[in-house]
DNA sequence: CGCTTCACGCGAACCGGTTCGACAACCGGA
DNA sequence: TCCGGTTGTCGAACCGGTTCGCGTGAAGCG
């Protein structure tokens, strides 16, 4: 069942019936009305590869994500989630591209192949050859992350510094003089992830500028990775009453292994972090954590991509976040010791 | 760029560079490393809207997934993840697919469309208006779930009966008489959601078995329903010992709950249920729990969609999957009380 | 009444691939 | 030398839409 079936059971021609349903061209209302009841008859709907391929778009966006090898964590879940919703409201579907090893073959794919007539970049690194490739390319895309060059480019990112250093400040306010840092996994800090830099840089400056005594970690994202790094942590300095995270899926781990030290949350000890805020409210006591709007990020990241592919001429455009601290109840002022 | 561009700089047809590419005709050595070589050069990739029209097959996996209204849970998360890298293994792309209010136009854009060439449910009813109507359709689909009726059809689904059962039975073995069930939101039992449904059956029915005495409740996905739920629990009966659940994002509220009313885990009381074994880990204590396989169950659906989509007319295939508890550390035994 | 104007609809070309039938060149065997 | 079979390549048709240019009949106007 193709246009040229509707056109024949109407008894008009194919481009009666393509104008009839894009009203790029007047049909009258007889024609059109006859034409619409066939349809509604036989429930036809016109073949997206075939319309595809004559338009040039295919109404369709990439989301590239990272592989599934990382454990993936709460808040590109969210991200995952708004995108989709976000590009439903504007008619486009959603193609997941998983950026692994080989993100040539994927990148490829994508382009290459024109399945896509836009992409959302997730998980950017400062240096980022994907963004810097699509920008070459002048391939419309969207980063939600910031590179260590955003003049110019199209994204949306979470100012991880001020997030980080303001975590520090609400620290150094309470009183506590040493504290912790606890990163992403190594791995990705050395692969240069913008939020594991930035919000390290973060806390150092301001950890510098309160003039706190501090030492800085690298975490796996899971729970035991999350223990374990707290035991190091008061193995390394027992005199520690704080921690600044941005791991959230370590951040069960770092409870229990406090639980297990014996030190309460906050009595002893007080717990920070930059966290999206539904994780933040899943552990006890609630995480006082500044909270990720993933999907205000995910819409965004929609919105300017379609702005984008619309206005293809148009001035580059970007959103740069930094939402306040939640106050809840995994701080509390240093206790003399 | 396209075909006829490179075949113009071969010196040879549009058919034969196709040939060449495809190898579905023989073709000489030094015409296919001409072609080649200009392919090469110019990075030329085949346009994947001509080639799905002319070939009718878009390569392309639809994952309909709930809509982002509901908070997803890292079970979802999980699922998304293993289904996109098992079909990128085939050299199949995903889309993403929200079966919101309007399932209906969600589904006439996958289908009606032909967007892709088969599709993966998720969040299976017991009557699931979507798998009948696929199945009359006789549209190439796998459900992660399994309907009240599955015979016959195609789907990769948990033995959620036989789980809550294996719960009850293990708290009973400890000692306890009095316990609660904690499942899904009421909207979505309301709605038939299996998991829901058959979870609330095995637990009642082996809680009957051991002539235990039970409650049931719905709780929201999130934390603060959690926490709202278990105090509702001990109000009903102050006297209960353990709980076992469905509800994944109310794992943390319900601790929170139990802590507040100064009961132990597991010394005053016992926690269980069914839940991704990543998340049971991140909860203190961790969680004794039924670990659900959802990596594997979406490389299951998929492998089942692949080798339908390649054998339209082999027999219908299914996997029920029924992980034992992993024992942790959120379950003892009862305390004379 | 003859002329322009306009609304409406048609046919053909095109998007970029795949595939089928035909044909030329070459080979070995009778 | 002629014939039959291979091998390699080509042209044309096709997939199912969109879009451009043109023709036609009716209405508008002096």
């Known amino acids: 069942m193709n246009i040229g079936e509707i056109a024949r059971r109407a008894g008009v021609s194919r481009s009666t019936v393509s104008y009839a349903l894009s009203g ?75 950026s692994g090893v080989d993100s040539d073959r994927s990148f490829q794919r994508l382009l290459g192949e024109r399945r896509v007539d836009g992409a959302i970049l997730m998980e950017i690194r400062l240096e980022d050859d994907r963004v810097d490739h699509l920008a070459e390319l002048g391939f419309p895309s969207v980063a939600i992350g910031r590179t260590a060059h955003p003049e110019g480019g199209w994204w949306v990112g979470l100012d991880h510094t001020a997030l980080a250093a303001a975590c520090v400040h609400h620290l150094a306010d309470l009183g506590h003089r040493r504290i912790a840092f606890v990163n992403r996994p190594e791995q990705l800090l050395r692969a240069g992830y913008e939020s594991a830099h930035r ?3 973060g806390f150092t400056k ?111 455009r970007h959103h740069l976040l930094a939402p306040p601290i939640s106050l809840r109840a995994s701080t509390g002022p240093a206790t003399a010791s």
Not at 31 to 50: C, F, H, M, W
Not at 287 to 299: K, N
């Open 24 to 98: 790029k061209r007047p049909v009258s209302d007889d024609t059109r009305r006859k034409i619409q009841q066939v349809i509604d008859e036989l429930g036809y709907r016109p073949n997206a590869s075939a319309r595809a391929l004559a338009n040039g778009r295919t109404n369709t966006i990439g989301l590239v994500f990272p592989p599934a090898g990382n454990h993936y964590t709460g808040m590109q879940l969210d991200f995952i989630g708004s995108v989709v919703e976000a590009a439903a409201a504007y008619d486009y579907d959603v193609l997941l591209s998983p």
């Open 199 to 201: 919000g390290l840089d």
């Open 206 to 316: 301001a950890a510098a500028e309160r003039g706190l005594t501090v030492r800085t970690y690298c975490c796996g994202d899971d729970a035991a990775s999350g223990q374990a790094c707290l035991e190091r942590i008061l193995h390394d300095d027992p005199a520690t009453t704080g921690l600044v995270t941005l791991n959230e899926a370590a951040l069960g781990g770092l409870y229990r292994g406090l639980a297990q030290a014996g030190r309460h949350v906050p009595r002893d000890f007080s717990v920070t972090g930059v966290v999206a805020g539904r994780w933040a409210e899943t552990v006890t006591p609630q995480l006082t954590a500044a909270d990720v709007p993933a999907e205000e990020m995910g819409r965004h990241a929609v919105d300017l991509l379609v702005e984008r592919l619309d206005h293809p001429d148009g001035p580059s």
